[in-house]
């Protein structure tokens, strides 16, 4: 084997990761601290307050899981149900059904309701669900995705009015890039991660507890069986106790740190223009080289875009292209999706005009030597009409 | 908040995280790759290639979890320990403790064999333990990082004789320092950590499993709750299935591909004696400077050195000196031992000459500021004579 490693620069258009500013990449080489210095706890009550206002909340118990956004989705879930309960989830993609799975592993009972996949769910249909259930808990992936679907978690609120739950979103495809709004959207427990939204590399997920969350987790009759992720012991460690749990990821954290400190630079309502600008720009260019979108104008993420695959374009063989000769990574159709849609991430960094004129070019290109009837330069021209227009 | 964060340069003799190679953090700075990303397909490939080299094992199994080490133990008994099975656990300190907690919570009824926190296992006792019981399961922490102490690891296997059984070994703060020999021990599972022996950053637990760890998990009445830490869903994707399960923390892992091939260039066995010595020459410091040990000489870890404190020397007073004065990190005691030992961790990059001299320098003068009594110079030359002598 050799020793050396040299991956090429991808352009990360995929489902996440995205690309990570040079100033995250240098923040992780400042030097390593153990995880019980009075320096590192500074930079802990730091991302404390930064993630407390991206995610929109005074959530006292907001810090980031020392694992990826599947360990935030763990989190929420494992300390959150309890042994045989009901929990109502809204499944209209792969990650909403991984909820499911989850919720199922952790012992609920799921009361699923369920919509095609890159269709909107039927709110009435969840309320109707929740009214007849016992459930206490409610899930709803805000950013689905396998989709890109944006779900109405501002409507979730609303079921309190049948009855008080406890109400958990999915946000790992939209903190950073959408407004997620937690306290306003009455949200009580919600999971991110680090490498999309956020800009920061793959390995933490940042997490929010409310205090009525935190109540229902008091109120347990038994622990989670997770200690690794068991809310109540590492909240001991992120609060002032400071009690020793496990080592932290220091340098991953140096860099959530800082990708946080550059979002509130920033500032929250620009970076979401940005993503929406981006994307928008991106369906321009995608529609005028006669494509075309799967998910409906109003229910569209501006951070993952899916486009439908045109009859007759060989998905892999288009996205190997991409790789290969432009070293542009977009993600495949999972499920029932495969291989009728591309999905392109426009997150944190990877939201920029560049990326997006760069893609609709090398797609064109790249359709064009696959033998597809492509108007020549009408994506891209397209996409520069809404920045002129700003 | 000021948008800079700049840490002092530490040196870490605690109990983990160690310094990190400067070759292992300009690792972590080539371009990041998705999880899907051929290209980092090959990373995978030879960090799996690179930690059976390490573990000394030949097991199919043998990958990073993407959590620290405390998702490495929870990852081994989450997956092997089912509801309501009996499971010996060794406990002579504060890891034997949280395995035993940890086993508790995941459904085990947990048979302890105790000895005092720095005193060795009774084996016959261990032996008789898992006689008189029907367990399948036996654990033992190799590496005490509570104490200093080495359990005899190589002595497990013996147990087979009795009963075929699953043996775990704590390899924490063994691997990488100490020959932990998986194979040539017989054992069938077995976490560590990336921040310690390895010498890389906290934030991945290296893991193997043997094919008899596999088929006790395979024959599995329910699978375990926990997904983000399932081995069989992990292998899907570190297999050359390459289902996709999380996204990789692909800068980690490119930092711990690098700190193995560094191991592998010093060679195991370099390595090991390179431990070896650095903690002789600091017991023999020590020991010049009228301090003792906790752990009996035949029983020591190299990579974990606990320094009984003198009597009438303030701990957190010593400990905090040599940290804002000396920027030297060191761990103090736990439990039972709390105010009773200092803890230095001599692991990976830390483990050197140039750090035991300065740290037992620091030490004394430390010592002597605060109206101690120590011999001048004394530590700092036995443990150069260790050197000396090769």
Chains 1, 2 share one sequence.
């Not at 009075?38 to 993630?51: A, H, K, R």
């Not at 223009?273 to 529609?287: K, L, N």
């Not at 560049?354 to 020549?376: I, K, S």
Request: charged share 25%; hydrophobic share 40%; aromatic share 6%.
């Amino acid at each position: 084997m050799s020793n050396s490693f040299h991956p090429p620069q991808r352009i990360l258009l995929g489902p996440g990761p995205s690309n990570v500013e040079p100033r995250v990449l240098q923040a992780m080489l400042a030097p390593l601290l153990g995880h019980m210095d009075p320096v590192y706890f500074q930079c802990m009550d730091e991302i404390q307050g930064l993630l407390r206002s991206v995610f929109e909340t005074g959530n006292r118990v907001t810090f980031s899981i020392s694992g990826t956004g599947g360990a935030g989705m763990e989190a929420c879930l494992a300390n959150l149900i309890e042994e045989d309960e009901e929990v109502v989830v809204c499944v209209n993609g792969f990650f909403g059904q991984r909820v499911a799975e989850l919720a199922e592993r952790w012992g609920a009972r799921v009361l699923r309701v369920e919509a095609e996949w890159g269709q909107p769910l039927d709110m009435q249909m969840v309320r109707d669900t929740f009214k007849k259930s016992k459930a206490r808990i409610v899930t709803m992936v805000h950013a689905e995705t396998s989709t890109g679907m944006r779900n109405p978690i501002e409507e979730l609120k609303s079921l309190r009015d049948v009855r008080d739950a406890v109400l958990i979103v999915d946000a790992v495809t939209s903190l950073g890039a959408h407004p997620v709004g937690i306290d306003r959207n009455g949200i009580d427990a919600s999971y991110s991660c680090s490498q999309k939204g956020i800009g920061a590399p793959p390995g933490l997920a940042p997490v929010t507890f409310s205090e009525r969350a935190l109540d229902k987790i008091r109120s347990r009759k038994k622990p989670p069986r997770t200690w690794y992720l068991d809310i109540q012991i590492l909240d001991k460690y992120w609060s002032s106790d400071r009690v020793y749990h496990h080592t932290a990821p220091a340098l991953m954290n140096y860099a959530l740190r800082e990708a946080l400190a550059i979002i509130m630079e920033e500032g929250l309502e620009t970076r979401w223009q940005r993503h929406e600008r981006t994307s928008r720009a991106f369906v321009s260019g995608v529609e005028g080289m006669g494509l075309e979108m799967l998910v409906a104008p109003e229910h569209r993420l501006w951070s993952l875009n899916a486009v439908k695959i045109p009859p007759g374009a060989d998905d892999a063989r288009v996205r190997n292209h991409l790789l290969t000769r432009h070293n542009i990574e977009i993600g495949s159709g999972f499920g029932t999706l495969k291989g009728k849609i591309w999905r392109v991430g426009l997150m944190g960094h990877s939201s920029s005009e560049a990326n997006v004129l760069y893609f609709l070019t090398a797609l064109e290109q790249t359709l064009r030597e696959q033998g597809f009837e492509v108007p020549q330069g009408r994506g891209p021209t397209a996409a520069r009409e809404v920045y002129k227009k700003g």
